[in-house]
Structures are given as structure tokens and as C-alpha cells.
């Protein structure tokens, strides 16, 4: 026996190592191919969580973008609305200056209405209103109020010796003479040419008397100044109180009547009014 020969039973036992090794590969092979489906699904997770990122970032992309729009859209709102803003102020202002101008042009306009463009007394319109709200209030008799009649003397030969010019400056200088004169609750009106007429709140007859007296001294003692030198000019008054027992017209008759009792007693005097009823003396 050559001493490099294997026994017979080793020779027999071969086979056997050999199968066990096909085994082992085998095994390993298995879990190879167990570890690869493995590989497998988790490649197919990987791919799935893959795709599931992309399409969440084209959907940020795409929010991204609607956000960018939006705040475009937003930034040209706001500017149009700024833009609005802007025009209805500027439209608030217009108007505001408009009514204020028409407030302005309805006050002027009221103004030009009650008063007498010459000589700045109360139109004869509202000094009568006046009157009537006057005369209202004195029918409880809280309230004695008078009324003058003035009439400016000789007016028509200022006229025609110095031109109507003239005529206009010696009644706006009589008139401010009478507004020096009275008090501030007192108010004038131009009844007409060259008439005029004067309210004298809380006065009875004897009060609005010394007033009426005041009043015809003050005109006499301040000649108005004409281009040819100072002019004295004088009024004749007629005076007539409120009573309970008459209406506001009939006083203000008996004050006119009273009026020409004073141009027919010589001018430059005051006369009063009889009382309701009774004859003037």
C-alpha cells in the first residue's frame, strides 16, 4: 500500500463532506436569494418613497409658485386699493372743498338777501321778519318792544343838487351814524329810498323815546363829508310801541303815522305814536 493512498473508508467518506459543503452553498444561496427579495422590496420602497418626494416637491413647487402669484396678486390689490385710497381723498377733499365754497356762495347769497346792497341795513323783507318774531313775543308781555320810522330830511334836494353819488354816501353815513348810536340788540332796515326803520328790543315808550332822541341828535351833530365840503343833514322819527292789542302791521302804521306828524311839525323832531284807538296828538 503506497503510503500516499487514502484508506478505502476515507475514499467512502468523501462524497459524504462533499454534500455538505452543496449544502452550506446552498444555504447561503437561499439566504441570498432570501436577502435579495428583501433588497428587493426595500429598492421598491426606496423607489416608492422616491417618487413620493418628487411628487411632493413639484406640489411645493407648484404651491410655491401659486403663493408667489398670490402675493403678486396681493402687492397689485393693495397698490390699486392704495391707488383708491389716494383718488377718494382727493375726492373727499374736492368735495369737501365744494361745500364749503356752496356754504360760502349760500351765506352770500342769504347775506345779498337781508341786507341792502348800499347801505349794509336789513332789507326791508327781513327787517319785517325780524319784526314779526319781535311783535310775536311781546303778546305775553314779558317783552316791551318800540319800533322807529326815520325819514332823512330835504333827501331829494341832495340829490338834486349834488348828484345821487352824493345821495348814496350821505345814506350809508347815516346809517352808521344810527348804528354808533343804538345798541347792539337794536337792528336798522331800509324800508325804501330814503326811509328807514328801527327795532329796539326790551324799551318801552319813554325808554325808546330817549333812544329815538339820541339818535336825531347824533345825525344832526355829524355832517357827511362830500367832495365840496361837510353837508349837515337831519331825520324826522315817528315812534310807536308794541302792544298786546294790535297786530305788528297796525303798529308799524301808527309809527309811520307818527313819522309824518314830525316831517308836518317842521323835520329834525321825534313824535310819538298815539295808542292804539286814540287819535294822534
Given at each position: ?14 462524497p459524504a ?21 428583501r433588497?428587493a422590496?426595500?429598492g ?7 417618487g413620493?418626494?418628487?411628487?411632493s ?10 403663493s408667489?402669484?398670490?402675493q ?12 383708491q385710497?389716494?383718488?377718494?381723498r382727493?375726492l373727499n ?27 349794509d ?10 319784526c314779526?318774531?319781535?311783535w310775536?313775543?311781546?303778546?305775553s ?8 320810522m326815520l325819514d ?17 354816501t ?6 352808521e351814524?344810527?348804528?354808533d ?8 332796515g331800509?324800508?325804501?329810498?330814503e326811509?328807514?326803520?328801527i ?39 315817528g315812534?310807536?310801541?308794541f302792544?298786546p ?9 301808527r ?11 317842521g323835520?329834525?323832531?321825534v ?6 284807538g286814540?287819535?294822534?296828538t
Amino acid at each position: 500500500m503506497s503510503p500516499h493512498r487514502a484508506p478505502a473508508h476515507d475514499l467512502l467518506s468523501e462524497p459524504a463532506d462533499a454534500f455538505s459543503l452543496f449544502d452550506t452553498e446552498e444555504a447561503v444561496l437561499g439566504r441570498s436569494e432570501v436577502m435579495l427579495a428583501r433588497l428587493a422590496e426595500v429598492g421598491d420602497g426606496v423607489r416608492e418613497l422616491a417618487g413620493a418626494y418628487r411628487r411632493s416637491y413639484h406640489e411645493q413647487r407648484r404651491l410655491v409658485r401659486l403663493s408667489d402669484r398670490m402675493q403678486l396678486d396681493l402687492h397689485r390689490v393693495n397698490q390699486r386699493m392704495a391707488e383708491q385710497q389716494r383718488a377718494l381723498r382727493h375726492l373727499n377733499d374736492a368735495l369737501s372743498a365744494e361745500i364749503e365754497h356752496r356754504a360760502r356762495l349760500e351765506a352770500e347769497l342769504r347775506r345779498l338777501a337781508d341786507t341792502d346792497h348800499l347801505t349794509d341795513a336789513l332789507s326791508r323783507r327781513r327787517f319785517l321778519q325780524i319784526c314779526e318774531e319781535v311783535w310775536a313775543r311781546t303778546q305775553s308781555g314779558d317783552t316791551p318792544s318800540s319800533v322807529l320810522m326815520l325819514d332823512l330830511d330835504r333827501f331829494k334836494l341832495i340829490n338834486d343838487r349834488y348828484g345821487h353819488s352824493a345821495g348814496d354816501t350821505v345814506l350809508k353815513a347815516f346809517v352808521e351814524t344810527c348804528r354808533d348810536s343804538l345798541r347792539a340788540v337794536d337792528v336798522i332796515g331800509r324800508m325804501g329810498g330814503e326811509e328807514f326803520a328801527i327795532l329796539v328790543t326790551g324799551t318801552v315808550m319813554a325808554e325808546a323815546q330817549v333812544i329815538a332822541e339820541a339818535l336825531r341828535r347824533a345825525v344832526a351833530q355829524r355832517p357827511v363829508r362830500l367832495e365840496h365840503g361837510p353837508l349837515p343833514i337831519s331825520v324826522s322819527i315817528g315812534l310807536a310801541a308794541f302792544g298786546p292789542s294790535e297786530s305788528m302791521s297796525a303798529t308799524l302804521r301808527r309809527a309811520d303815522a307818527a313819522l309824518y306828524a314830525a316831517k308836518h311839525a317842521g323835520r329834525d323832531c321825534v313824535r310819538c305814536a298815539a295808542e292804539p284807538g286814540a287819535s294822534l296828538t
